[in-house]
């Protein structure tokens, strides 16, 4: 079966929009996993622009499924991770001003610091996933690192500005998956996968599990727009 963690970021955007406690990215969470959600997502980014540390506390404390965080490496975060335990942190890129994540990790980069931070999170139970592009050299990489997941990058999939550029880039998604199993390594994949561009992913067999948040909560926003209005209306009958 193919799972789905919801990524609830973007409720906690919406909150700090207005720096007001609502909506709540806990409660989103929470009816996220009553509608059938495998799993929630989270990023605590080093700006804190949205999700913050009490909101990843609650959610440890709360969802009866998996808490992903998703994080980079500063010393802050990796210790505040250590302390949560989430069921699996994903390791990604982080650039200071940057609207969403770019691009998978370069492993080729970071690796002293990636391994540290690998052999920490392991010793602390938590089962670590790397966010990287799907090259092989990419998947080998993550292999050798001690990784137990890879997450694929599928930004440039969603962002392909023609059909033979997303076939293009759906092979090499197929192939970073395959090559990844059999390393035994688990495969996860998102970025940008909306209601639309889904269907192909879906079709990859060696995909576990995809992470899915801006259309999910886009999505929620619109269906319960009817729903919101007429509670306020039933408010204001006199
Ligand atoms: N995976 C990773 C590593 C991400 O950084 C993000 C965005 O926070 C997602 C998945 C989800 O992407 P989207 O919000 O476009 O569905």
Do not use: C, W
Request: aromatic share 2%; hydrophobic share 45%.
């Amino acid at each position: 079966m193919l799972k789905l963690s919801v990524n609830v970021d973007h409720i906690a955007t919406l909150r700090e929009a207005r720096k007001t406690n609502y909506p709540d990215p806990v409660a989103a969470a929470i009816l996220a996993e009553l509608a059938g959600a495998n799993g929630i997502t989270v990023h605590l980014r080093e700006d804190r622009r949205h999700i913050k540390e009490r909101d990843v506390e609650i959610l440890r404390q709360t969802i009866k499924t998996k808490l992903n965080l998703e994080m980079g490496l500063s010393d802050s975060v990796v210790k505040f991770a250590l302390k949560i335990r989430p069921d699996m942190a994903t390791i990604v890129p982080e650039k200071e001003g940057e609207i969403t994540t770019e691009g998978g990790l370069d492993l080729s980069k970071s690796g002293q610091r990636l391994s540290e931070v690998i052999s920490l999170l392991h010793e602390a139970g938590i089962m670590v996933s790397l966010f990287i592009n799907p090259t092989p050299n990419s998947v080998r990489k993550a292999h050798k690192l001690n990784a137990d997941f890879i997450e694929i990058h599928t930004g440039l999939y969603a962002e392909a500005k023609s059909i033979q550029e997303a076939s293009e880039e759906i092979e090499r998604i197929a192939g970073a998956a395959m090559l990844a199993k059999k390393l035994d390594l688990g495969v996860n994949a998102g970025h940008g996968l909306n209601y639309e561009n889904v269907r192909e992913i879906v079709l990859i067999q060696e995909i576990d599990e995809l992470s899915i948040g801006h259309s999910i909560i886009a999505r929620a926003s619109l269906v319960g727009v009817k729903e919101a209005v007429q509670q306020m209306l039933k408010l204001m009958e006199r």
